[in-house]
């Protein structure tokens, strides 16, 4: 007799405070996706600056990482990034998505973030969720061949 296919349930993801002992897996994780990784010590400025960090976490394993600034009820988010391994099944939207709720519990009404052109699938995910281009800061970052700019991206989170 056939029996019913299982379905594994769909790992819950979590976002807590980064902290400083979190910093080693974070900066490798970096590493390991970006061309241009931002360093561990400024993962470290980060914190004390007292920007907002998460670190995501399925069963206590890092999966991910977003920095969010907010000041003068706008949100900015500085960072995000999923673990190679664990992408492309819904926790970079997941992540996201708890950087706009965190933007809204800190008093922010607009979110920005700035993207790579060349950044297909982060761009996709961005429009997807309503981010729409505002601008274009011209040559904003380092690239191989010298500069890249970057796309700003702003969606309403008040009403
Ligand atoms: C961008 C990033 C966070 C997305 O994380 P993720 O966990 O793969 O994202 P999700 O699985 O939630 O995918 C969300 C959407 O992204 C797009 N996407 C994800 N993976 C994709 C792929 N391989 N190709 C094309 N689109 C893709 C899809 O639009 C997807 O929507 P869907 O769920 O309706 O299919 C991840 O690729 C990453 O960390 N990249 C390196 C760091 C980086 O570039 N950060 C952004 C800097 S601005």
Redesign the pocket.
Known sequence: MATAPQHLPTPTLSLRAMREDDLPGVAAAERD??AFPWSEGVFRDCLRAGYICRVAEIDHRLV?YGILSVGAGEAH?L??????E???????????TGMFDLGRAYGASDLF????PS????I?????LGLAQVGLRRGYYQAADGREDAIVMRLRLAP
Do not use: K
């Open positions: 996706s970006y991910g988010i960072n995000v990034c999923v673990r190679a664990y992408r492309c099944r819904g926790l970079g939207r997941r992540l996201v973030l700035e993207v790579r950044n297909a699938t982060a996709r995910l961005y429009q997807s």
